[in-house]
Antibody, heavy 122, light 110 residues
Framework: QLRLQESGPGLVKASETLSLTCTVS??????????WGWIRQPPGKGLEWIGF???????KYNPSLKSRATISVDTSKNQFSLKLTSVAAADTAVYYC??????????????WGQGNLVTVSS | QSVLTQPPSASGTPGQRVTISCSGS????????VYWYQQLPGTAPKVLIY???QRPSGVPDRFSGSKSGTSASLAISGLRSEDEADYYC???????????FGGGTKLTVL
């Protein structure tokens, strides 16, 4: 069973870049899942897909983020990362890394990290 | 504004059966598998139902899912106090080429 763990700063200043890392254990990131993704949840609100990186290395992002997000993978460390530029208060959220583990394909994620709260300060 | 529509709240008394609906379109629910998650306060979403009506190991059979056309439902029978949580539906959207989520339903056990 794959396990995912987010890490990164809990506080980021407005206009700067948010950087988070997800460490995967229990299997090689290069072949264990169809995609490795990031999802966020603002306080008291619902879930929003940010983007993901496919097992093949390609990426896909939610258009609502207007090209501010970049997801990359480091196979040597079995990690994948998120960078979100020009953050604002609206980017304050719990950020989850997640992956589909109950199937290989275009499916919602079923395996989630525990989440990392990131607060954007002014 | 979420792509999938859920009622914001639902409630029931212990032992009752409650259902939560999720409405979408032909580009998501109409053509793909629906998932349901339970989220307890301060925790990550946990999958209850995948592929419309399948339960992962460890999920009680009190939870069941169904899908018809562009809508789906989660049913919880024999309601318990520990079922009080937020519930989300999710599905792959072919237009967005990514997963979309409902706005969530807060279930209260009276």
């Amino acid at each position: 069973q794959l396990r995912l763990q987010e890490s990164g700063p809990g506080l980021v200043k407005a206009s700067e870049t948010l950087s988070l890392t997800c460490t995967v254990s229990g299997g090689p990131i290069s072949s264990s899942s169809y995609y490795w993704g990031w999802i966020r949840q603002p306080p008291g609100k619902g879930l929003e897909w940010i983007g993901f990186i496919y097992y093949s290395g390609g990426t896909k992002y939610n258009p609502s983020l207007k090209s501010r997000a970049t997801i990359s993978v480091d196979t040597s460390k079995n990690q994948f990362s998120l960078k979100l530029t020009s953050v604002a208060a609206a980017d304050t959220a719990v950020y989850y890394c997640a992956t589909p583990g109950l199937g290989f394909g275009e499916l919602p994620p079923d395996n989630w990290g525990q989440g990392n709260l990131v607060t954007v300060s002014s | 504004q979420s792509v999938l529509t859920q009622p914001p709240s639902a409630s029931g008394t212990p032992g009752q059966r409650v259902t939560i609906s999720c409405s979408g379109s032909s580009s998501n629910i109409g053509n793909n598998y629906v998932y349901w998650y339970q989220q307890l306060p301060g925790t990550a979403p946990k999958v209850l139902i995948y592929r419309n009506n399948q339960r992962p190991s460890g999920v009680p059979d009190r939870f069941s899912g169904s899908k018809s056309g562009t809508s789906a439902s989660l049913a919880i029978s024999g309601l318990r106090s520990e079922d009080e949580a937020d519930y989300y539906c999710a599905v792959w959207d072919d237009s967005l080429s990514g997963p979309v989520f409902g706005g969530g339903t807060k279930l209260t056990v009276l």
